[in-house]
């Protein structure tokens, strides 16, 4: 691991210090947390993974399969 050094208002350390003892947690735990979790949110191929994903989930509830799927990008490639 690496360390990050950030400078933060007083108030806001002491509130976000005992908002993470409420979880159990520490101050680092807390804050590694939130950050890996801003990065999965923000990350576009993570976005782009979990849409797939979505769009993926949806064709299979509706019974659509791999060769539907693939019969349609050849139709709407060839133009029809």
Known sequence: ???ILIRV???LK???QRLSRL???SLNEKIRE???EYVREHNMETAMKNLWDEIG???KK???KKS???KMIQKVRAGK
């Open 1 to 3: 691991t690496t360390q």
């Open 9 to 11: 208002d007083e108030d």
């Open 14 to 16: 002491n509130t976000l």
């Open 23 to 25: 979880e159990q947690k």
């Open 34 to 36: 939130l950050i890996e």
């Open 57 to 59: 989930e949806s064709f």
């Open 62 to 64: 509706k019974g659509y």
């Open 68 to 70: 539907d799927v693939d």
